[in-house]
């Protein structure tokens, strides 16, 4: 009778650590480092959107010979970061591209306070409706961002409504990374 309850109450506790699990304590945005955890901060991009007659005579350049591709850029130019999304050559009117929000994630430790980090883009596409009206000509739908100053981060562009190509993710949204690219007037 007494073995039976020492295995008991043996198998009980070893339950009890099976199921709570033998964690570190961190969780998935918190890793440590020797000097403490590692964490991530999110802010808010201020950026402000332009027509393509408002960026500087180099980028225009580029959105002339490349606009019949779809295309995501970030340039800088003119001590300034230029965040393009073109849809390329579309044989109707209807079709559109908006920017809608811009966040800086960036990996915060204590040693460094502040490290690398990816901007993140959302936009959202329209098409013209089945059925609807539209001009019968060739359009380039594109968005163009500005943001104050240089970052040079990745950014990441994410398209709502689409499905994440990402591994392991599904929320809704199609993701692509880009690198700033320098240009000069020279």
Known sequence: ????????????????????????????????SEEGPITKE???????????????EKV?????KNRKEGSKKVFHADGK????????????GGYAVKIDDMQLEKIVSPESKAGKGTVNVTYHTI???????NTQALTYPMAIAELEGTHDYDYQFSEKGKQNKLKGSNDGEQTEHVKPEKLTNE
């Open 127 to 133: 098409e013209p409706g089945k059925g609807s009206i």
């Open 60 to 64: 225009q350049e580029w959105i002339d």
């Open 81 to 92: 970061t230029y965040v393009i999304i073109m849809l390329g050559q579309k044989s109707t």
């Open 42 to 56: 999110t802010s808010e991009l201020s950026f402000k959107r332009i027509d393509s007659g408002e960026v500087p």
């Open 1 to 32: 009778m007494e073995r039976n309850v020492v295995s008991n109450f043996l198998l009980i506790i070893l339950s009890a650590l099976l199921l709570t699990g033998c964690g570190s304590g961190t969780t998935e945005d918190d890793t440590m």
